[in-house]
Each structure stands twice: as C-alpha cells, then as structure tokens.
C-alpha cells in the first residue's frame, strides 16, 4: 500500500506499545515532524513519554493535535485474524491492535501536517503536537503534566483536536464536543467478625451497607441539561469476607463511579456520599479519586470549521455528542482552549480484531489537512 497515511499507520501498529510503554513510536513520529520543520520538545515524566511540537510562532493563534501512541492489551491473541501487531490489510480493511485506538489518526494527523506545511510553510498561526503515551493506563504522567508545563509558561493554546475514534457508522458522523466528569470512590465499611449464630457480637458490614447502596442508585443526581445527559452511577467491585458460610467479615470494600454532568459538582457529589454514610452510622474510610472534570466546547470557529470540513469531505453533517468515557481532552480543556473529539469508526476499538477502513484513514486525513487549512490560512 503505497498511501502515506497507511504506511505510518502500519509502521506504528508493528510497534508492541502497551500502555505506558511507547516502544519507539514517538520517535517515528518526532521524526517525521522534525522533517516538515517542527520544533520538538520531549516532556517524559516517570515511565511516560510524551511530546510537545510546534510549527510556527508561539504568540499566534494556536491549533494542537493530540493523541496518545499507548494501546491496551490485546485479550487472547488466538482470537486474532492476524498477530496484533502485525498490521495486515483484507479487503481494504486494516487489522491490528491501535489500529482505529489511535494509531490510524496519528498517522492521519503527521501526514496531514506534512501536506499542510509543504503548501504553506509560512501559514499564519501556530500548528502544534501534544502526543502522550500514558493514554490507556493511568493518565497520571502524560497529557495532565504536559498541561500543566504549558499553563506555568504561559503557552497559548486556543483550539485542539483530539483524535480519539469517535466516528459511529461513517467518519465524522459525530463530533465529541465535550465529555462528562468522573469521580471514583473506594469505600472501606469496618465492622466486628462474628460467628453467624450469634449476631449480637458481631456487626456485620455487608448489611450495612446494602440500605446505602440502594439509596445511592435510586437516587436521581440530577437531569443533565441540553448538552450533557444525567448523571449516572455505578458500582464497580465489591469485596467481603474469607470464603467461609459462618463467619462475617470485619471490613468491605465497595467501589463505585460517577460520571457527571455540569448540573453537578464532585463537592456535592462528596458531600451527599458522606451525609449519607454518617446518617446510617457507619465508620468508614472514603478515598477519592477524581480522573476529570465535565467540560463543553460551544459552537465557535473550530466546531464550525469541523462541521464544515466533514461535510465537504464525508458528504454528512456531524451530530454533536458528549456521550461515553474521558479522553484527555479532559485535561486540555483545562487550557481555556475549545476541544472537540473527531477521528475514525469505534465500533472494533479495544476488540479482538481491532480494524479500521483504510479510505476512512485516507478520509480522515484529508479533513484534518483542511482544518488545518481553514484555522492556520
């Protein structure tokens, strides 16, 4: 397959980056952008790495491209049409583990940079790279400290588009133009181990906390807004006990998620939880942990020019959607800039047989080049 996008595509699938690990990927990248003239600068925190590339001049309106070269793991690999990493085309179809998450779009993104700055090398604006390896895994060491450099230096970043899969049945059909919080609780119950048969020496935490955990999933958070459905919550993990039929445990451990719309806080989420636990008289110990904060980005230029771009090249008019989990958006957001979500099909991402199509690929690209077009003239 002589398609640029396709050849850097496959390039990266063969390379085993299981999340945190980049396993040279970023150097192909770096590589290739340090080509076309961009300046790198390689920000690795911890076992991340990350990258942070520039084209253009720092006090100018600013467009950065992120996305992340880590992957998941690839389940059982005797399921796989082909070896994961091994990237193998049938029937115009491209198989391998990052293939559509997200490989395909950072392939689309350089190329699309490549073509951008060989026709326009002196384009007004600031086109930009935040690449980070710690995606999939903890998101502890990537894309947040980027930010977080970039904010203490005072970096001016005004748009960003983050690669991540979210196209449905046609590439751009939806554009994610904000996501919703998330906040984790890892709850531990204490109570008194006993003998079952004598329940007046014992005080046992499984049914202590059943009454709460219903009144936690019967209650109605909130009723999301226009752009953000309700809040949900889930229990994740629930732990208690040694096996043994006649004997209650002295501790249980429950988890459990909120995703959360701006109608909500996690202050009041917090506060509600811990009201909730002192009122049923449990002693307790609560840790949490916030992986992000809702955030929207409302129609202005780059939602405009997106919508625009997609309908000159897809042939359809996106919907908007802030629906599914967090990406790193999240984080960038943080920025002030307006962020929005466009890359391929999702339906295979972290799936056996993860595959995307490689005129979607060919697609995408092109509307990246013609963002970069209409935002960088």
Same mark, same amino acid.
């Given at each position: 397959?002589?398609?640029?996008v396709i &050849?850097?595509?496959?390039?990266?699938i063969k390379l085993p980056s299981l999340s945190p690990a980049d396993k040279g990927c970023q150097t192909l990248l770096t590589e290739r952008l340090k080509q076309a003239g961009f300046n790198i600068e390689l920000m690795d925190f911890a076992d991340t790495k990350n990258f942070w590339a520039c084209h253009g001049q720092s006090n100018e309106e600013t467009l950065v491209f992120a996305g992340h070269t880590d992957v998941v793991p690839i389940g059982d690999e005797c399921e796989w049409i082909n070896p994961p990493f091994d990237p193998t085309i049938r029937?115009?179809?491209?198989?391998?583990?990052g293939a559509a998450d997200m490989k395909g779009s950072l392939a689309a993104m350089v190329v699309a940079a490549e073509r951008f700055i060989a026709t326009k090398r002196n384009h007004s604006g600031r086109l930009s790279f935040l690449i980070t390896s710690d995606e999939e895994a903890k998101a502890t060491n990537g894309t947040i400290k980027v930010v977080h450099t970039l904010m203490k230096r005072n970096?001016?970043?005004?748009?960003?588009l983050v690669g991540e899969p979210s196209s449905i049945r046609y590439?751009?059909? /939806?554009?994610?133009?904000?996501?919703?919080g998330s906040i984790n609780a890892n709850l531990l119950i204490h109570g008194i181990q006993g003998h079952v048969a004598y329940i007046h020496l014992l005080d046992n935490p499984i049914h202590r906390i059943l009454p709460i955990l219903q009144t936690l999933l019967a209650t109605e958070w909130d009723s999301g807004n226009q752009f953000f459905p309700a809040t949900s919550m889930q229990i994740t993990n629930i732990q208690a006990g040694n096996g043994s039929s006649n004997i209650t445990p002295n501790k249980l451990l429950v988890q459990f998620n909120f995703r959360f719309s701006p109608a909500l806080t996690d202050t009041l989420i917090k506060e509600k939880v811990e009201a909730l636990l002192t009122k049923? &008289? +449990?002693t307790y110990d609560i840790d949490w942990v916030i992986s992000g904060q809702p955030f929207l980005t409302k129609k202005g230029k780059l939602l405009e020019i997106a919508i625009k771009a997609v309908e000159h090249h897809s042939k359809i008019t996106p919907? +908007?959607?802030?629906?599914?989990?967090?990406?790193?958006?999240?984080? /960038?957001?943080?920025?002030?800039?307006?962020v929005i979500e466009l890359g391929p099909i999702n339906t295979t991402i972290h799936k056996v047989n993860e595959c995307v199509k490689v005129a979607d690929l &060919? +697609? +995408?690209?092109?509307?990246? &080049?013609? /963002?970069m077009e209409k935002i960088l003239k």
């Amino acid at each position: 397959m002589s398609c640029p996008v396709i &050849q850097l595509a496959k390039q990266l699938i063969k390379l085993p980056s299981l999340s945190p690990a980049d396993k040279g990927c970023q150097t192909l990248l770096t590589e290739r952008l340090k080509q076309a003239g961009f300046n790198i600068e390689l920000m690795d925190f911890a076992d991340t790495k990350n990258f942070w590339a520039c084209h253009g001049q720092s006090n100018e309106e600013t467009l950065v491209f992120a996305g992340h070269t880590d992957v998941v793991p690839i389940g059982d690999e005797c399921e796989w049409i082909n070896p994961p990493f091994d990237p193998t085309i049938r029937n115009g179809i491209l198989y391998g583990r990052g293939a559509a998450d997200m490989k395909g779009s950072l392939a689309a993104m350089v190329v699309a940079a490549e073509r951008f700055i060989a026709t326009k090398r002196n384009h007004s604006g600031r086109l930009s790279f935040l690449i980070t390896s710690d995606e999939e895994a903890k998101a502890t060491n990537g894309t947040i400290k980027v930010v977080h450099t970039l904010m203490k230096r005072n970096e001016r970043l005004d748009y960003c588009l983050v690669g991540e899969p979210s196209s449905i049945r046609y590439v751009g059909d /939806i554009i994610k133009n904000g996501r919703r919080g998330s906040i984790n609780a890892n709850l531990l119950i204490h109570g008194i181990q006993g003998h079952v048969a004598y329940i007046h020496l014992l005080d046992n935490p499984i049914h202590r906390i059943l009454p709460i955990l219903q009144t936690l999933l019967a209650t109605e958070w909130d009723s999301g807004n226009q752009f953000f459905p309700a809040t949900s919550m889930q229990i994740t993990n629930i732990q208690a006990g040694n096996g043994s039929s006649n004997i209650t445990p002295n501790k249980l451990l429950v988890q459990f998620n909120f995703r959360f719309s701006p109608a909500l806080t996690d202050t009041l989420i917090k506060e509600k939880v811990e009201a909730l636990l002192t009122k049923y &008289q +449990l002693t307790y110990d609560i840790d949490w942990v916030i992986s992000g904060q809702p955030f929207l980005t409302k129609k202005g230029k780059l939602l405009e020019i997106a919508i625009k771009a997609v309908e000159h090249h897809s042939k359809i008019t996106p919907r +908007l959607l802030t629906t599914g989990g967090t990406s790193d958006g999240r984080f /960038i957001a943080l920025m002030g800039a307006q962020v929005i979500e466009l890359g391929p099909i999702n339906t295979t991402i972290h799936k056996v047989n993860e595959c995307v199509k490689v005129a979607d690929l &060919q +697609l +995408l690209s092109r509307i990246y &080049q013609c /963002i970069m077009e209409k935002i960088l003239k």
